[in-house]
């Protein structure tokens, strides 16, 4: 019978953001903890550390997750996306980001990357939500600033543009 040394680091590979990373974890290390402090990427925040406030919300393999509650070495050979890889490369805010901007709808910012990252995976499986299901998705997330509403309007706005391309 074997036993797991809780101590002993497993090397891990995944895709983060369109490029190859790989490192070595703890078994215990939680994802937002890999990704702030082994990668460097910051934009991902760490809140309650609960689940409850989605302020380390990231993208994995397509689907929007909580990273305090996800071990680093469950993403092995996985696909992660964070906030950092929603502009493009020239660092050009996409529409979502830009409409946050217009719209006034983040102030400190803390809960931003993690509402972005639920609502692109929303954008993306339904381009055109209702204000319910926009509002439903968002019941995940806390923000303590904007009252919600220039947040909703940010996602509306990128919804009618859309509707306007077709």
Same mark, same amino acid.
């Given at each position: 019978?074997?036993?797991?040394?809780?101590?002993? #680091?497993?090397?891990?590979?995944?895709?983060?953001?369109?490029? #190859?990373?790989?490192?070595?974890?703890?078994?215990?290390?939680?994802?937002?903890?890999?990704?702030? =402090?082994?990668?460097?990427?910051?934009?991902?925040?760490?809140?309650?550390?609960?689940?409850?406030?989605?302020?380390?919300?990231? =993208?994995?393999?397509?689907?929007?997750?909580?990273?305090?509650?996800?071990?680093?070495? =469950?993403?092995?050979? #996985?696909?992660?996306?964070?906030?950092?890889?929603?502009?493009?490369?020239?660092?050009?805010?996409?529409?979502?980001? =830009?409409?946050? #901007?217009?719209?006034?709808?983040?102030?400190?910012?803390?809960?931003?990357?993690?509402?972005?990252?639920?609502?692109?995976?929303?954008?993306?499986?339904?381009?055109?939500?209702?204000?319910?299901?926009?509002?439903?998705?968002?019941?995940?997330?806390?923000?303590?600033?904007?009252?919600?509403?220039?947040?909703?309007?940010?996602?509306?706005?990128?919804?009618?543009?859309?509707?306007?391309?077709?």
């Amino acid at each position: 019978m074997s036993t797991l040394d809780f101590d002993s #680091k497993h090397k891990i590979s995944l895709t983060l953001n369109g490029r #190859k990373v790989s490192g070595f974890v703890e078994p215990r290390t939680l994802l937002v903890d890999f990704l702030r =402090q082994d990668i460097g990427e910051t934009g991902t925040h760490v809140g309650c550390e609960h689940g409850v406030c989605g302020a380390c919300t990231v =993208q994995l393999d397509g689907a929007a997750v909580r990273s305090c509650l996800t071990l680093a070495v =469950q993403v092995n050979g #996985k696909q992660v996306d964070t906030v950092e890889g929603l502009a493009n490369d020239s660092n050009q805010l996409n529409h979502l980001q =830009q409409a946050f #901007k217009d719209n006034h709808a983040l102030q400190c910012g803390f809960c931003t990357p993690g509402i972005l990252m639920s609502m692109s995976e929303l954008l993306r499986d339904q381009p055109n939500p209702s204000e319910d299901v926009i509002r439903d998705v968002l019941s995940g997330h806390l923000c303590r600033c904007t009252g919600y509403r220039n947040i909703i309007d940010a996602i509306l706005e990128v919804t009618s543009n859309a509707s306007c391309d077709d």
